[in-house]
């Protein structure tokens, strides 16, 4: 019974996972390099994909032109827009954090402030701020897991049908019972956490999009800075929503007062609902429909584990570990 359990798909499935676990633990120093790779692959070969349905060219001269355009854009983006943006961001955390140390005259927004820190949102903005800061001055190593991470990405697209005919031959190694239980998980987490990771960040982008329009009508200032938080913010599911909603209260009442409170509360529920009922069933799958009190579990404790990650990459990983499991979401009604 005992070799019938050890011999088994299921165990053999479970203690592969154990390991992989194990190494991705072991090499948590380059966890960021093997997150934006993964990512940069990812979106690029999907992409890549979209542009030769539609254009019927070389598939390695569309990978050339289409990190050329990519790079380009973000280099120019780089050198125009990176110290307005810091500068941007500097005076908006100056003016969060004026308003917030000083006493208002208004009793009803003493006493969400006050509760706003017993629930402690005001450490996850220190945080995330803080994450900002550090970055922007660690510019140099951010740039060269960058660099890193869009040349692995590079090389594993030109060669990519090199590369699986190259990895397939394992299939009939000596560890061929390994290879076949890493490419179940392998192709497991493309089509869960690669999809649920792309239709964050569309979801983020419209987010950030509409919001942004909605403040630039209400004459907002550091508008540059608001749409990078509003975005990077956006990538959180369901939290990122009430997070980003604290620091717009905020700034909306010391440049117009209760009503631009109002309009920005109404225009943020007006953009979530676009976000809930338009964009969410469009994008996301069915497995992905969460409850919120898993969201918020699953965030708490991805957050505690991976820090800032672990609030963007929660959600995908633990809907590919119910996609693993067969977790399905579907109910009788």
Same mark, same amino acid.
Request: proline share 3%; glycine share 4%.
């Given at each position: 019974?005992?070799?019938?359990?050890?011999?088994?798909?299921?165990?053999?499935?479970?203690?592969?996972?154990?390991?992989?676990?194990?190494?991705?633990?072991?090499?948590?120093?380059?966890?960021?390099?093997?997150?934006?790779?993964?990512?940069?692959?990812?979106?690029?070969?999907?992409?890549?994909?979209?542009?030769?349905?539609?254009?019927?060219?070389?598939?390695?001269?569309?990978?050339?032109?289409?990190?050329?355009?990519?790079?380009?854009?973000?280099?120019?983006? /780089?050198?125009?827009? !990176?110290? *307005?943006?810091? %500068?941007?961001?500097?005076? $908006?955390? #100056?003016?969060?954090?004026?308003?917030? +140390?000083?006493?208002?005259?208004?009793?009803?927004?003493?006493?969400?402030?006050?509760?706003?820190?017993?629930?402690?949102?005001?450490?996850?903005?220190?945080?995330?701020?803080?994450?900002?800061?550090?970055?922007?001055?660690?510019?140099?190593?951010?740039? /060269?897991?960058?660099? !890193?991470? *869009?040349?692995? %990405?590079?090389?594993?697209? $030109?060669? #990519?049908?090199?590369?699986?005919?190259? +990895?397939?031959?394992?299939?009939?190694?000596?560890?061929?019972?390994?290879?076949?239980?890493?490419?179940?998980?392998?192709?497991?987490?493309?089509?869960?956490?690669?999809?649920?990771?792309?239709?964050?960040?569309?979801?983020?982008?419209?987010?950030?999009? /509409?919001?942004?329009?909605?403040?630039?009508?209400?004459?907002?200032?550091?508008?540059?800075?608001?749409?990078?938080?509003?975005?990077?913010?956006?990538?959180?599911?369901?939290?990122?929503?009430?997070?980003?909603?604290?620091?717009?209260?905020?700034?909306?009442?010391?440049?117009?007062?209760?009503?631009?409170?109002?309009?920005?509360?109404?225009?943020?529920?007006?953009?979530?609902?676009?976000?809930?009922?338009?964009?969410?069933?469009?994008?996301?799958?069915?497995?992905?429909?969460?409850?919120?009190?898993?969201?918020?579990?699953?965030?708490?404790?991805?957050?505690?584990?991976?820090?800032?990650?672990?609030?963007?990459?929660?959600?995908?990983?633990?809907?590919?570990?119910?996609?693993?499991?067969?977790?399905?979401?579907?109910?009788?009604?």
């Amino acid at each position: 019974m005992i070799n019938k359990i050890l011999q088994s798909t299921g165990f053999k499935r479970i203690l592969i996972f154990v390991l992989v676990g194990i190494v991705l633990y072991l090499m948590r120093d380059m966890i960021n390099l093997i997150l934006l790779t993964f990512i940069f692959t990812f979106l690029m070969d999907r992409l890549v994909q979209f542009i030769e349905r539609k254009i019927p060219l070389n598939r390695k001269l569309i990978v050339v032109v289409s990190y050329a355009c990519i790079v380009g854009l973000l280099s120019y983006a /780089l050198v125009m827009y !990176l110290p *307005i943006i810091v %500068s941007e961001i500097t005076a $908006l955390i #100056k003016q969060l954090t004026a308003f917030y +140390t000083a006493k208002q005259d208004n009793v009803m927004l003493n006493y969400v402030v006050e509760k706003i820190e017993k629930i402690q949102i005001s450490n996850y903005l220190e945080q995330g701020f803080t994450f900002l800061l550090k970055y922007f001055k660690d510019i140099s190593n951010v740039s /060269l897991q960058l660099l !890193l991470a *869009i040349l692995l %990405s590079l090389f594993f697209l $030109l060669e #990519k049908p090199r590369l699986i005919d190259f +990895t397939r031959k394992f299939r009939t190694s000596k560890i061929s019972s390994i290879y076949v239980e890493i490419e179940f998980f392998a192709r497991k987490f493309a089509d869960t956490f690669g999809k649920v990771i792309e239709a964050q960040l569309i979801i983020a982008l419209v987010n950030c999009i /509409l919001t942004t329009i909605s403040l630039w009508i209400l004459h907002f200032p550091q508008l540059g800075g608001l749409s990078i938080m509003i975005f990077l913010l956006g990538l959180i599911p369901v939290a990122g929503v009430i997070i980003s909603l604290v620091p717009l209260v905020v700034i909306g009442y010391s440049i117009g007062g209760i009503m631009t409170v109002i309009y920005v509360v109404i225009a943020i529920v007006i953009v979530h609902g676009i976000e809930t009922y338009i964009l969410n069933p469009n994008l996301m799958s069915s497995k992905t429909n969460l409850p919120v009190f898993y969201t918020f579990i699953v965030l708490i404790f991805s957050e505690h584990f991976f820090g800032i990650w672990g609030l963007i990459v929660g959600i995908p990983v633990f809907v590919f570990i119910l996609d693993v499991l067969e977790v399905t979401n579907s109910r009788a009604d």
